[in-house]
């Protein structure tokens, strides 16, 4: 009996130093970026063994990139793009999914099956098509050509659908009694009963939209004042003018809206229980 409850100890001591080694490992580019950010510019950010921390920090980085490019604009640009793409995703999302879900007509599982095979599809393979529509249309080099492709998403729609399948039908029912239509019953009882799913797909599509730099460096113009900021650090890591601790603090600037949406929203990311506002 003692045996086995050592061998349990020491497999569990091996599995917790297997699991800090693999956080040491996914943490250490991270801490590589903080550090080379806070170095001044006599301190070797290249050396080996790597120095993750300045001897002595300094936040001149932070002004000098702040000072010498329009980071203030970028970072607009991007929580204008982040933010809309967010408000349409939920909403063409949600109105796609609900019929989809709690609806009964002929075709409906062979078009969901149909939208999530798109998942499939590589976003290079409709990028051309995607570009020509954009300049079709105007959109080039503006918000909604950034928006374009992201206002609504397999994944999304999948994974409201599923949510709102899992809403009691005493809910739905009882709203109907009431004499409120699809739109009543999806706007006051499905959204709020289905409130996790909208936080999560949201949290999904801002870190998607924040951090995506294919699209936009296609769509808005080199240099212009509308570049987000995946771009515009692209720009600042010009090699002819490298200065890889601006490039570091500026990605850290991009970084800190991600994690304080994060530590903002992660309470709510919690299955909860939408039958509990039915009595039995």
């Not at 917790?16 to 801490?31: G, R, S, V």
């Not at 999904?204 to 995506?212: A, E, L």
């Amino acid at each position: 009996m003692l045996s086995k409850l050592q061998s349990r100890k020491a497999n569990r001591i091996w599995l917790y130093l297997l699991l800090i080694a693999i956080a040491i490992a996914m943490l250490f580019p991270l801490l590589w970026l903080l550090g080379t950010s806070l170095k001044s510019p006599t301190e070797d950010i290249f050396g080996f063994p790597p120095k993750l921390f300045p001897t002595q920090p300094t936040f001149q980085n932070f002004q000098q990139v702040w000072q010498n490019y329009p980071f203030g604009h970028y970072l607009l640009n991007s929580t204008i793009v982040a933010a809309l793409t967010v408000g349409l995703n939920l909403l063409f999302c949600s109105l796609a999914a609900y019929p989809l879900a709690r609806l009964d007509f002929r075709g409906r599982n062979l078009i969901f099956a149909g939208i999530v095979s798109t998942i499939m599809i590589p976003f290079q393979i409709v990028m051309i098509p995607l570009y020509v529509l954009t300049v079709q249309l105007g959109l080039k080099n503006s918000y909604l050509g950034v928006i374009l492709p992201s206002i609504a998403t397999a994944f999304g729609i999948f994974l409201l659908r599923q949510a709102f399948q899992g809403v009691p039908k005493e809910l739905e029912e009882a709203a109907r009694l009431d004499g409120s239509s699809e739109l009543g019953i999806w706007w006051h009882v499905m959204l709020p009963a289905v409130r996790p799913a909208l936080i999560t797909l949201a949290i999904f599509v801002f870190v998607g939209s924040w951090s995506d730099f294919l699209w936009p460096l296609i769509v808005l113009d080199p240099g212009s004042n509308s570049m987000t900021l995946p771009v515009a650090l692209s720009y600042i890591a010009n090699p002819r003018n490298q200065d890889w601790r601006q490039s570091a603090a500026g990605a850290v600037i991009s970084i800190v809206p991600v994690l304080f949406l994060f530590l903002l929203l992660q309470q709510y990311i919690i299955p909860t229980d939408t039958g509990s506002g039915v009595k039995g």
